[in-house]
DNA sequence: TTGTAAGCGTTATCAC
DNA sequence: GTGATAACGCTTACAA
């Protein structure tokens, strides 16, 4: 058996009071006490119990992180990141994933699971539903926001310009000299905040470029995956006329589309040029190498992890919204010809 | 403030053991107890201390899983595999990385950090200095052993054949008439096992073939990155007699060995066929698409799952090994001329 | 079948 | 500065 605060007491001679004093850096312990608590831990090779240390105090040391898939490129480089900045904050991370399961999402706001574990949620929903939120408002677990969502005052909050992002990878393929830009990713039936905005952001850049595409051109796609965008760039190649560009809402679609234009026995970014979203490294070393908006993971998961810490501890704060910085990366796949 | 359980028997009208009973499903409680505790329940919306009832218990239904990289494709899918076995059988899983650093391993078998606050270790290690797992030893958390190392009778063990895996993948560079097959992958200083055990079965598949090669062909990488993959493969294609085939030791090596090959102005399969070990779904959407060796990860997780169940339930139970199956799989990038 | 009370290993409130 | 001792919220003998 593990030993306990109370055997070191014994071994030592001091009453527990005074071995918690010198295990938790207090102050006011007198050098020769300190000593010899010292080695009666040492001696008993003892570790303070952190689930007893949880019960007494109510803090867990650990933050969740919700994200619908952790295979996902864009989720585990930001987890990575998430992970190592909770760490300097002296926080340990929990994943769960919820797998596009709206109910699961639920259950993890509303505490049906085992919540209490942690001491917050980095949560980075599939959607904003505001019933959703609602029913967190009530339950007091801090909880910040990921990567999207319109801000709305009521929660911490770290998130890019989704609009100005996908305008700004628009304006890059009409730059490079596109006109019949399509994009992948809109979400047909449930009010997604991301695609909505991105969507937007096409729809602006198409018109400050005073281009007008077939409404077909805007292309739905289930889930963010390889597959999906492999499927909806198959669909596109088919139309005529057939797009010069394609703007995908993630890189996992936009590697699946360039995919797709080969298999179709054309080009990137010859016939057809691509952009993603997001820049994972898998991007960096595709062929073509993919054009991309990089969104800053690391200054998004610190941010988030700085502002649980601060939640945690003033709980009423009034709630912050943090813009992350993004910038277009140009690479191979859409290079001028 | 959350309602307790004692909250909940005041409101109901019992005592808290009844309360207990309810929740944890015990069997002989009153029906007519039952529902007016269950009336309580509901109106405080009381939930279990999850914290408060480990204390108790000992047993904190969660899961350890220690992995170098998560944001590393093929640990990020393990993760996902793995989280969801460990739902199966009622676990939840905190994720570690370790970053490539010993020490932090080190830590984390001895407990160092906040063991105690998992029922079970998952690791998936850099190194398997049987020092780092005699310190383990003493202390008494079950852990299974993932992916890697040579089974020596002390611990749970979900591995694949690494040998075997190296000779099939190396094998089919043979069988499509190649004969200068390098290999990236092996590790110059420690004593991984991982590595070791694939340069094993890289000599042996070439012995078989009767084929020799320049010693220079087998060449290290520190870390299984694409970055090392593409300079390794960059410093092989450099020598002469150049290669003809590249085995990688993971997909994401051969990620950046085919990139180095292109950008080098040379193509896959022709001039160079490569083959890695993963199947992680990158090199299913890759161009050319990558054959590999691929490992089944939610055989493994469940495996592994099981495995530390079963070990939790009965700890000095006799160490196990499974061996993960593992096929070939030929795409595009050793497609024959 | 249900109630009472001890105790899991801490921290925190008192005294001294 | 240090020592008793009461919580934290739960499970579980032991009684009734």
Redesign the interface.
């Known amino acids: 058996m593990?030993a306990t605060l109370r055997d070191v007491a014994d071994l030592a001679q001091v009453s527990v009071r005074t071995v918690s004093n010198v295990v938790s850096g207090y102050a006011h312990v007198s050098a020769r006490m300190r000593q010899r608590v010292q080695r009666a831990i040492e001696e008993l090779d003892y570790?303070p119990?952190?689930?007893?240390r949880?019960?007494r105090t109510g803090r867990?040391?650990?933050l969740a992180l919700v994200v619908p898939?952790?295979?996902v490129?864009y989720f585990?480089?930001l987890?990575?990141d998430v992970?190592?900045a909770a760490a300097e904050f002296g926080y340990?991370?929990?994943?769960?994933?919820t797998g596009h399961d709206h109910e699961r999402e639920r259950r993890l706001l509303m505490?049906?699971d085992?919540?209490?574990?942690f001491d917050g949620i980095l949560f980075s929903p599939l959607v904003t539903k505001s019933e959703l939120l609602d029913m967190h408002r009530s339950k007091h677990m801090p909880l910040v926001l990921l990567g999207e969502h319109e801000f709305d005052g009521r929660y911490d909050h770290v998130a890019i310009d989704n609009v100005r992002a996908a305008r700004d990878a628009v304006a890059h393929l009409v730059a490079i000299g596109r006109t019949r830009i399509a994009a992948i990713g809109a979400q047909p039936m449930e009010e997604y905040a991301t695609p909505l905005q991105r969507t937007a952001g096409y729809e602006t850049a198409l018109e400050e470029a005073g281009l007008e595409v077939p409404a077909e051109y805007a292309t739905p796609a289930a889930h963010y995956s390889?597959t999906d965008g492999?499927e909806a760039a198959r669909a596109l190649l088919a139309l005529s006329p057939r797009p010069d560009a394609i703007f995908c809402f993630s890189d996992l679609l936009a590697?699946?589309a360039?995919?797709a234009v080969?298999d179709a026995g054309l080009s990137v970014p010859e016939d057809v040029a691509v952009v993603g979203i997001d820049d994972i490294?898998?991007g960096?070393?595709?062929?073509p190498s993919l054009s991309t908006v990089s969104l800053d993971t690391p200054f998004i998961a610190r941010e988030a992890v700085r502002r649980i810490t601060a939640r945690i501890e003033e709980p009423d704060a009034p709630a912050e919204e943090v813009v992350a910085p993004h910038r277009l990366v140009a690479r191979e796949s859409t290079a001028e010809a």
């Open positions: 593990p570790r119990n952190p689930v007893a949880t019960l867990t040391g650990m898939e952790i295979d490129p585990s480089e987890a990575r992970i190592d340990r991370v929990m994943i769960d994933q505490g049906d085992r919540a209490m574990l390889r492999y590697v699946g360039m995919r080969f490294e898998e960096r070393f595709s062929r």
